[in-house]
């Protein structure tokens, strides 16, 4: 396994913050422009950071118990696909 720097580590965190941000203003703006109220883009922007939100925690969660069912099969002998 190849284990990244911190340096490189840092990079990829930037690079997810800015494409954050990219698409909360984004749909910030494209909601204002569309409807013409700040008071709905504010909404709309802070409902889409918590859909965000749910889905990367969905998505930790996944690899999470995909990872312990893959090393739980590794133990029985087993492939995860349920093959020997």
Same mark, same amino acid.
């Not at 422009?33 to 709905?40: E, G, H, M, P």
């Not at 690899?63 to 995909?66: A, E, V």
């Given at each position: 396994m190849i284990w990244r720097t911190n340096q490189e580590n840092a990079l990829? /965190? #930037? +690079?997810f913050c800015r494409l954050l941000g990219l698409v909360l203003c +984004?749909? @910030?703006l494209i909601v204002y /422009? @569309? !409807?013409?109220? #700040? &008071?709905? @883009?504010v909404v709309t922007t802070l409902a889409c950071s =918590? =859909? =965000?939100q749910?889905?990367?925690f969905g998505s930790v969660l996944f +690899? #999470?118990? &995909?990872s312990s069912r893959a090393?739980? !099969?590794r133990h029985r002998g087993h492939h995860v696909d349920g093959f020997k």
């Open positions: 990829h /965190f #930037i +690079s +984004s749909n @910030a /422009f @569309a !409807a013409d109220s #700040i &008071r709905l @883009a =918590l =859909l =965000l749910v889905g990367y +690899s #999470i118990w &995909r090393c739980t !099969a």
